[in-house]
């Protein structure tokens, strides 16, 4: 991966991708990152353009080259008013480019293959856009098609919640989970972020129940063993990338019924502003593009920043 470590940050001119610039902002790690603004207009269908052929319809073919042309206008303006606003929250000019292109195969479509023939550190979007407004709809075609399908590189999902740098990262002893926890490093790198290192166990057991004597209570300590080893591991690793000690707080939970539910309750009540979670966790199943727990998680989480790491 590129040591310049890019990051595309998909707009479309609505409200709510104007959060997402506002999103930028406020985090500051992404303030060392080069950043690329991205946007897709869609164009006129050409079936518009065959009315050219009549005489009398070539005043509707001039209004509608019009209003192809104001919406680029009003895209490359709102592309460069979010520069702007970017530059003044501490942004280098140079670390940022506009990138406005037209539709090829499909809005989803054409962002992968700008993934593909560039290479970027991650992909920041909004769960939904300016024409996937339906109310109570929690993830819009073009976000849930790219979560599924964008599993090369880390996916962040811009949330609501104020940023106070508070990530809570799902820990399960996973090659997923592991990878989640060095991109964290590198993102939050010798800075005074706050982490909350949380694994989940279904079971309830502790340390001082005798093995050898129950085949269930050996595999649940076990397990525990894993998680308690791995949330070592992750605790040395943030350290080593210049996190403060006692700016990190990790937590074993027994006893969940829903792994994604306890992982949910425990940042909620903890505050925190980001979930971190690798796409798959300890089964990796080939055939998914994303595990389980991370899906329900997504679609439950309406307000976390939500970073899914391949």
């Known amino acids: 991966m590129s040591e310049e470590k890019k990051i595309l940050v998909t707009?479309?001119?609505?409200?709510?991708?104007?959060?997402?610039?506002?999103?930028?902002?406020?985090?500051?790690?992404?303030?060392?990152?080069?950043?690329?603004?991205?946007?897709?207009?869609?164009p006129?269908?050409?079936?518009?353009?065959?009315?050219?052929?009549d005489s009398f319809s070539k005043i509707a073919v001039s209004q509608v080259n019009a209003w192809e042309m104001g919406r680029k206008t009003i895209m490359t303006e709102f592309l460069k008013e979010a520069r702007r606003k970017m530059i003044a929250a501490g942004y280098k000019s140079d670390n940022i480019e506009l990138k406005l292109t037209s539709l090829e195969k499909g809005v989803a479509?054409?962002?992968?293959?700008?993934?593909?023939?560039?290479?970027?550190?991650?992909?920041?979007?909004?769960?939904?856009?300016?024409?996937?407004?339906?109310?109570?709809?929690?993830?819009?075609?073009?976000?849930?098609?790219l979560v599924e399908k964008a599993s090369s590189l880390p996916l962040?999902?811009?949330?609501?919640?104020?940023?106070?740098?508070y990530l809570c990262i799902a820990v399960d002893g996973s090659p997923a989970s592991g990878r989640?926890?060095?991109?964290?490093?590198?993102m939050m790198?010798?800075?005074?972020?706050?982490?909350?290192?949380?694994?989940?166990?279904r079971t309830t057991v502790t340390d001082s129940v005798p093995e050898g004597k129950d085949p269930f209570v050996d595999m649940s300590l076990q397990a525990k063993r894993i998680l308690d080893e791995a949330l070592a591991e992750a605790k040395q690793i943030l350290t080593q990338a210049?996190?403060?000690?006692?700016?990190?707080?990790?937590?074993?939970?027994?006893g969940a019924q829903s792994r994604a539910g306890a992982l949910l309750d425990?940042?909620?009540?903890?505050?925190?502003?980001?979930?971190?979670?690798?796409?798959?966790?300890?089964?990796d199943v080939e055939d998914f593009d994303l595990g389980r727990i991370p899906k329900k998680i997504i679609y439950a989480s309406r307000k976390f920043t939500i970073w899914l790491i391949p």
């Open 242 to 254: 210049g996190i403060p000690e006692d700016r990190i707080e990790t937590r074993l939970i027994q």
């Open 44 to 53: 006129v269908p050409e079936a518009y353009y065959d009315l050219i052929r």
């Open 189 to 201: 790198a010798k800075t005074n972020c706050r982490i909350l290192l949380c694994a989940i166990m």
């Open 266 to 283: 425990k940042a909620r009540a903890a505050k925190c502003d980001t979930i971190v979670m690798g796409r798959k966790g300890v089964s």
């Open 156 to 165: 962040m999902i811009a949330g609501t919640h104020e940023i106070h740098h």
């Open 11 to 42: 707009l479309d001119g609505s409200k709510r991708s104007g959060r997402t610039v506002d999103y930028l902002c406020r985090f500051k790690p992404f303030r060392d990152r080069k950043i690329t603004l991205f946007n897709i207009t869609t």
């Open 180 to 186: 989640a926890i060095h991109y964290t490093a590198d």
């Open 109 to 145: 479509r054409d962002i992968l293959n700008e993934i593909k023939t560039n290479e970027y550190h991650g992909l920041v979007i909004r769960r939904r856009g300016s024409s996937e407004s339906m109310p109570g709809v929690t993830m819009g075609g073009v976000a849930a098609k």
